[in-house]
């Protein structure tokens, strides 16, 4: 289906995240065919970093040529500069945006719908959201908000109370970009699709889960992001948390946005309390000399930790997550490890890692089986096998989107499956209070590392499936 005709209004739009991401994936959208067959966007931002929409323009064809999976140029090129225009907007004067916007809807003409992404720091939202309740922007339009999703509890509640004063919970999109990775949808595939696996999706079978997410990068200039915000809020609380609650959760009762947040939604609340004791948090060696950063900078660049999940399908399976920058590999890994049979029978040596399901979400996706096999010879030698599928092999990734663009869609399809819901989002800063509370200290780690030597102490007797072979 295509989404009705939308005025698109980007907060931030002079920012990384609109420059890196959003622009070239609505690029992406309209080569696709994907966007209305009417639409505008709109680039915002205080007066200070106001741009003319020719400046605009240019800037966005710079963010395509850059990062970009296609270059911008000809005649879809020409259609998509055409529809964008800037309108800055302060608290106190929102009235260059509300021209532009004026301007698109009569260009447009009918009543299009407005989508708002707030592509801005979290500190910045609850006046962005004001603004657009104030001015009477908001009527009728939809709202994209990125992550962090407050700090803690009380103040992902207080912004819930600030966004809900202005947008019902039904025009609320909590964007988390994972949650649109093609082969992160494809977990609830793998799980609900195929009698293969489902069956063995449990603690019977399955001894320990980890989620994976190191990055080479470092935080690449954004320290006024990252230094009040940390990998656990960055990553963990967010990213790491989602992909867990689709690995983790029951079958829903029908493949309905409602369904899929209350099933998430009950693995967060079993979810035992984070234990500060089962938590390791590092920082690479040069961080607190990067631009920006305060020299007794006490933020993580990385963060590792054991969650349980109390029910009755996950008792007593240990799921580790990891994720940090500055690390030996940027990698998107999800790993179930499974039991050993019930009988060694084999008279040799097994290695240390018998079966595991090793989910890359990279962007294409992987999915290795990696088990036992006879060796060839006369002798029961048994090595190790695998069975790959890999969606470059198995089918045509031409029409692939990415996580942004499939998830900026779906909220101008009006479709909140893959978004967030409030309810789960205070859950996991409840589970998380008392390692906010109480963190443990940072380690420094070398660049290029996995990480402060405790990540390995975490995860005994098991270890990181990553590096591979190492
Ligand atoms: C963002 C974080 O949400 O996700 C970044 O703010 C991180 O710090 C990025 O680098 C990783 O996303 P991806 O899709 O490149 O793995």
Same mark, same amino acid.
């Given at each position: 289906?295509?989404?009705?005709?939308?005025?698109?209004?980007?907060?931030?739009?002079?920012?990384?995240?609109?420059?890196?991401?959003?622009?070239?994936?609505?690029?992406?959208l309209?080569r696709?065919?994907?966007?209305?067959?009417?639409?505008?966007?709109?680039?915002?931002?205080p007066a200070a970093?106001?741009?003319?929409?020719?400046a605009?323009?240019?800037?966005?064809?710079e963010?395509?040529?850059?990062f970009?999976?296609?270059?911008?140029?000809?005649?879809?090129?020409?259609?998509?500069?055409?529809?964008l225009?800037?309108?800055?907007?302060?608290?106190?004067?929102?009235?260059?945006?509300?021209?532009?916007?004026r301007?698109?809807?009569?260009?447009?003409?009918?009543?299009?719908?407005?989508?708002?992404?707030?592509?801005?720091?979290?500190?910045?939202?609850?006046? @962005?959201?004001? &603004?657009?309740? =104030?001015?009477?922007l *908001?009527?009728?339009? +939809?709202?994209?908000?990125? !992550?962090? /999703?407050?700090?803690?509890l009380?103040?992902?509640?207080?912004?819930?109370?600030t966004?809900?004063?202005?947008?019902d919970?039904?025009?609320?999109?909590?964007?988390?970009?994972?949650?649109?990775?093609?082969?992160?949808?494809?977990i609830?595939?793998?799980?609900?699709?195929?009698?293969?696996?489902?069956?063995?999706?449990?603690?019977?079978?399955?001894?320990?889960?980890?989620?994976?997410v190191?990055?080479?990068?470092?935080?690449?200039?954004?320290?006024?992001?990252?230094e009040?915000?940390?990998?656990?809020r960055?990553?963990?609380?967010?990213?790491?948390?989602?992909?867990?609650?689709? @690995?983790?959760? &029951?079958?829903p =009762?029908?493949?309905? *946005?409602?369904?899929? +947040?209350?099933?998430k939604? !009950?693995? /967060?609340?079993s979810?035992?309390?984070?234990?500060?004791?089962?938590a390791?948090?590092?920082?690479?060696?040069?961080?607190?000399?990067?631009?920006?950063?305060?020299?007794?900078?006490d933020?993580?660049?990385?963060?590792?930790l054991?969650?349980?999940?109390?029910?009755?399908?996950?008792?007593g399976?240990?799921?580790?997550?990891r994720?940090?920058?500055?690390?030996?590999?940027?990698?998107?890994?999800?790993?179930?490890?499974?039991?050993?049979?019930?009988l060694r029978?084999?008279?040799?040596?097994?290695?240390?890692?018998?079966n595991?399901?090793?989910?890359d979400?990279?962007?294409?996706g992987r999915?290795?089986?990696?088990?036992?096999?006879?060796?060839?010879?006369?002798?029961?030698?048994?090595?190790?096998?695998?069975?790959?599928?890999?969606?470059?092999?198995?089918?045509?990734?031409?029409?692939?989107?990415?996580?942004?663009?499939r998830?900026?869609?779906d909220?101008?399809?009006?479709?909140?499956?893959?978004?967030?819901?409030?309810e789960?989002?205070e859950?996991?800063?409840?589970?998380?209070?008392?390692?906010?509370?109480?963190?443990?200290?940072?380690?420094?780690?070398?660049?290029?590392?996995?990480?402060?030597?405790?990540?390995?102490?975490?995860?005994?007797?098991?270890?990181?499936?990553?590096?591979?072979?190492?």
């Amino acid at each position: 289906p295509r989404p009705e005709d939308h005025v698109v209004v980007l907060f931030g739009a002079t920012g990384d995240l609109a420059k890196r991401k959003l622009l070239p994936g609505l690029f992406h959208l309209a080569r696709a065919g994907l966007m209305p067959a009417g639409y505008r966007v709109i680039g915002s931002a205080p007066a200070a970093d106001a741009l003319s929409t020719d400046a605009f323009r240019k800037h966005a064809r710079e963010a395509v040529a850059e990062f970009g999976t296609s270059q911008p140029e000809g005649p879809a090129w020409e259609e998509f500069e055409r529809a964008l225009s800037f309108g800055a907007a302060d608290p106190d004067d929102t009235g260059p945006l509300q021209t532009a916007v004026r301007e698109a809807e009569q260009a447009l003409g009918g009543s299009p719908r407005r989508l708002f992404h707030l592509a801005v720091p979290p500190k910045a939202f609850p006046s @962005v959201i004001a &603004e657009l309740g =104030a001015s009477g922007l *908001a009527e009728g339009g +939809r709202v994209i908000v990125e !992550k962090p /999703f407050g700090t803690d509890l009380a103040s992902a509640r207080a912004l819930d109370g600030t966004i809900h004063a202005v947008f019902d919970e039904s025009r609320v999109f909590r964007i988390d970009h994972f949650l649109g990775k093609e082969s992160v949808d494809n977990i609830l595939a793998l799980r609900f699709a195929n009698g293969l696996f489902e069956p063995v999706w449990n603690r019977d079978h399955i001894s320990h889960v980890q989620i994976d997410v190191p990055e080479k990068l470092t935080i690449e200039g954004r320290a006024g992001f990252f230094e009040g915000t940390g990998t656990f809020r960055d990553m963990i609380v967010t990213h790491l948390f989602q992909i867990l609650g689709f @690995v983790a959760m &029951e079958p829903p =009762a029908v493949l309905t *946005a409602q369904a899929l +947040r209350t099933e998430k939604a !009950k693995v /967060f609340q079993s979810m035992r309390p984070l234990d500060p004791a089962q938590a390791v948090r590092g920082q690479y060696e040069g961080y607190r000399a990067e631009p920006g950063v305060d020299p007794r900078s006490d933020t993580e660049t990385f963060a590792a930790l054991r969650v349980d999940i109390d029910n009755w399908r996950w008792a007593g399976v240990p799921f580790y997550l990891r994720s940090g920058k500055a690390l030996a590999e940027g990698r998107h890994v999800v790993t179930l490890g499974f039991r050993e049979p019930a009988l060694r029978m084999f008279a040799v040596d097994v290695p240390d890692t018998t079966n595991e399901l090793v989910i890359d979400f990279d962007d294409p996706g992987r999915i290795t089986a990696r088990f036992l096999a006879k060796e060839p010879g006369p002798e029961m030698n048994l090595g190790e096998a695998e069975m790959v599928f890999a969606y470059t092999d198995c089918f045509n990734t031409a029409h692939a989107l990415e996580g942004y663009e499939r998830l900026i869609l779906d909220a101008m399809l009006g479709d909140q499956s893959l978004f967030t819901s409030s309810e789960g989002i205070e859950r996991l800063w409840e589970a998380s209070a008392p390692l906010l509370e109480n963190p443990p200290p940072v380690e420094p780690y070398a660049r290029g590392s996995w990480g402060p030597d405790a990540v390995h102490r975490l995860v005994a007797p098991y270890r990181w499936h990553l590096p591979e072979g190492g």
